[in-house]
Structures are given as C-alpha cells and as structure tokens.
C-alpha cells in the first residue's frame, strides 16, 4: 500500500520562504512523475510544479523562478521550496505520486501566507 505523507506547510509572511517535503511509503520507489498542487479557497486543484523520474521539472506560471522541485530518490522524498512567497500562494498543498498506470495523494499540508 503507497503512502504520501506531507510536511513543511505552515504560516508565514509574504516574501518568506517554506520547504514541503513529501515523503512516500512504498516498496517500490519508481516514478513517472511527482508533482505538488495547490488548491486555494473556492477555486480548483492545479499543478504547481512536477518532476519526472528522469529529473526533467515542470512549473506553473505563477511559480516560475521562485519555486524549486526536487527528488532524494535514497530516502523516497520529493521537496518543494518557495521562496518569495505571495498572498495568492495560500491554499492547501497536496503532493502527486504517479506510478505507471497509477496515481497517489497525499492528505494536504496547509500553506497560509499572511500580509
């Protein structure tokens, strides 16, 4: 059974930074890609950011040259840095674990970004 449990969320103020780590609890730790989604209040689940097996990264927008993704493959983790942090990064962050034809959530870990 495959586990993602996800840690680092927390309150702090704009332009200060957070690390989210996701650690997942699996035999066989192989990925297609992982990624961290954010969904804020009232609004839909989307992709902040996400990194295949091969180590090639992906980011939204929004998320571009202030966030950071990364895998430490020895200790089945993928971490999210952000730095620079806004207002509208608030939300729940939820860490995606896709594996061949299957796919794992975490529970969500809580970012709020106060003013």
């Known amino acids: 059974q495959v586990q993602l449990v996800e840690s680092g969320g927390g309150l702090v103020q704009a332009g200060g930074s957070l690390r989210l780590s996701c650690e997942v609890s699996t035999r066989i730790f192989m990925i297609n890609t992982m990624g961290w989604y954010r969904q804020a209040p009232g609004k839909q689940r989307e992709l902040v950011a996400a990194i295949t097996g091969g180590g090639s990264t992906n980011y939204a927008d929004s998320a571009k040259g202030r966030s950071t993704i990364s895998i430490d493959n020895a200790k089945k983790k993928v971490q999210l840095q952000m730095d620079s942090l806004k207002l509208e990064d608030t939300g729940v962050y939820y860490c995606?674990?896709?594996?061949?034809?299957?796919?794992?959530w975490g529970q969500g870990t809580q970012v709020t970004v106060s003013s």
């Open positions: 995606n674990y896709k594996h061949f034809s299957y796919e794992y």
